[in-house]
């Protein structure tokens, strides 16, 4: 199972330090290697249809149309992985844009 960020990262109103420079440059780093980890992914979600026999279905909506896929017992946790994983690129995307955000405020890239 991915790990959760575990820290908010937000954008600095004011000038980086070296230390603070420093630390962005090694979180982003870090973040790159979890990217390389998180094959395979997919986005969309799992839903559960019917009260009395409940069923487990992955959906994606795509170009306007939704899409089902019938899991059942054996697809159902490789479902759920593909799908963790998914969010979590999502949650270290959003982590890297801040903080190249403020890498890139104090021209401390490259």
């Known amino acids: 199972m991915p790990q959760p960020i575990g820290r908010k990262v937000e954008m600095k109103k004011k000038e980086m330090t070296k230390p603070d420079i420093a630390e962005s440059k090694r979180r982003l780093r870090a973040l790159e290697k979890q ?8 986005r969309g979600s799992i839903v559960t249809n019917g009260a009395k026999h409940p069923q487990s279905y992955f959906s994606l909506n795509k170009d306007k149309r939704t899409y089902l896929i019938y899991l059942g017992e054996g697809r159902l946790e490789k479902a759920k992985l593909l799908s963790t994983n998914y969010k979590r690129l ?8 801040i903080l190249n ?3 890139l405020k104090n021209d401390a890239i490259g």
């Open 35 to 42: 990217l390389g980890k998180l094959a395979p992914l997919m």
């Open 101 to 103: 955000m403020n890498l």
């Open 90 to 97: 999502l949650e270290i995307v959003e982590e890297m844009t």
